[in-house]
């Protein structure tokens, strides 16, 4: 079974929008990490957010924010007022305690921002 | 702090090369990964390593892939010989193995990547 699943393969949003990215993941392990990471056409992959299993709040930084929904598996992105600058891919990843250090991606989503 | 480098950048070679990817990671940083990325199979893990120890191997492909780390600076990722299905970007990331919970103890950092083409 996949661990990570990211449904959308590519979206299209209007400058300034919001748009929200889909994550879905399946993990047993009770202590585990969620991060997102942007990669633009450069190719660089870049950390944007993190979110701790036992974290009571949904992380955010900036534009971003993770709307994590424990009991449905879902750590899906945010991003407020989108720029020209966010067309980009975005992969959402894991980090289980049990699986050490390993860090298991989505299949990403491509984002084109509109002007 | 330079971030985590890779050299080449760019590789083109002919099919049974010997191929070689180095990476230097942050310092301070004590796992070192190895990803390959393609088109049709996205980011896959090949090996990480722990204070200079393979962890897990269980993503290398096959016995042309092996991968080494000498010192905490330096690892390498050799391909021999090369095949035109090795054709990829070839990112190596490093970072601390600090708790879970603790976020900023686990963020992979990542490098350029090495884009590898095999004729």
């Known amino acids: 079974a996949q661990k990570i699943t990211q449904t959308q393969p590519g979206m299209f949003v209007q400058e300034k929008e919001a748009v929200t990215l889909d994550c879905t993941y399946d993990t047993s392990d009770p202590s585990y990490g969620l991060f997102w990471y942007k990669q633009p056409s450069s190719g660089e992959m870049i950390f944007l957010i993190y979110q701790g299993s036992y974290d009571q709040q949904n992380a955010t930084e900036g534009r971003y924010s993770l709307n994590f929904q424990k009991a449905r598996k879902s750590a899906n992105l945010v991003i407020s007022a989108s720029q020209l600058g966010d067309s980009a891919m975005y992969f959402c990843?894991?980090?289980?305690?049990?699986?050490?250090?390993?860090?298991?991606f989505g299949g990403g989503t491509r984002v084109l921002v509109k002007p | 702090d330079a971030g985590v480098i890779q050299s080449p950048r760019h590789e083109v070679t002919e099919m049974g090369q010997e191929v070689t990817l180095r990476c230097k990671p942050i310092?301070?940083?004590?796992?070192l990964f190895w990803y390959r990325q393609t088109m049709m199979r996205g980011l896959e893990l090949l090996i990480y390593f722990n204070n200079n120890v393979p962890i897990d191997d269980s993503g290398m492909p096959e016995d042309r892939f092996s991968a080494k780390m000498p010192n905490a600076s330096f690892s390498t990722l050799k391909i021999q010989p090369s095949e035109p299905r090795d054709s990829a970007v070839y990112f190596c990331a490093s970072s601390r193995q600090g708790i879970l919970e603790l976020a900023g103890a686990n963020v992979l950092t990542f490098g350029a990547g090495s884009r590898l083409t095999v004729l």
């Open positions: 310092s301070g940083h004590n796992s």
């Open positions: 990843a894991m980090r289980e305690r049990a699986a050490g250090n390993k860090l298991t």
